[in-house]
């Protein structure tokens, strides 16, 4: 098993260039979540989707859409980029287990976007 | 709102020392914990998960606890090694299914 596997692992964009980020589990779990990483204030929830189809707002979704066509796949997408949105962005994934205390979430490897 | 906070932001210890890594959190009602180890520049590495109903959790030389009413949870890991130099972070599920992540202790274990 791969895991989670997130692409691409680096990229750099110009302001308002527009990008997608693909994440792909194959442990054929619900959830998927989209995070983004930054110094000083950990990680925090973009985008989170509870099944194929369905896609649901998390903490900071402002500037970024997100996509669940196949159980397997989450794609995050920018639509016009900007320097706040340099980060670095990981997706995970869980099985699904809504209200029960079970749910550990597998970490990808991460994408480092620079956005100039 | 979740707050989750780990103390210290960053520890140094020699080879072979026991330690304890420290997480608050400010809502106790949680569905679980999630202990996480990240090294620099990759992704992070489930540890340990400590669901509500639980006090402890044990893996080879970690052991993770959980005060759920005083929102407070401990990593303790045993005889320290080199390799175990990393950022540690916690993470708690409240409500719905996202996780409030501490900002990590990094640790050194020096050989």
């Known amino acids: 098993n791969a895991g989670v596997t997130q692409t691409p692992k680096f990229r750099v964009l110009k302001t308002g260039q527009s990008m997608t980020l693909l994440c792909a589990q194959d442990?054929?779990?619900?959830?998927m979540y989209w995070y983004r990483q930054d110094p000083g204030m950990g990680l925090r929830l973009i985008h989170y989707s509870v099944g194929e189809g369905t896609t649901a707002k998390g903490e900071v979704p402002d500037g970024y859409n997100v996509s669940r066509l196949k159980k397997q796949n989450f794609l995050l997408g920018l639509e016009s980029a900007a320097p706040s949105q340099t980060s670095v962005y990981f997706c995970a994934s869980s099985y699904r287990n809504e209200g029960s205390s079970y749910n550990e979430q597998f970490f990808g490897p991460g994408t480092r976007l620079t956005v100039l | 709102k979740q707050e989750v906070t780990q103390i210290p932001a960053a520890l140094s210890v020699p080879e072979g020392e026991n330690l304890v890594l420290n997480c608050s959190f400010t809502d106790s009602a949680i569905y679980n914990l999630q202990w996480f180890r990240q090294d620099p520049g990759k992704g992070l590495t489930s540890l340990l998960l400590?669901?509500?109903?639980?006090r402890e959790q044990t893996s080879g030389r970690l052991n993770a606890s959980l005060d759920k009413s005083s929102g407070r949870s401990t990593l303790y890991i045993a005889a320290s090694q080199p390799g175990d130099s990393a950022t540690y972070l916690c993470a708690v599920r409240a409500s719905g299914s996202r996780l409030t992540f501490g900002e990590g202790t990094q640790l050194t274990v020096n050989p």
């Open positions: 400590i669901q509500s109903s639980q």
């Open positions: 442990m054929n779990h619900e959830y």
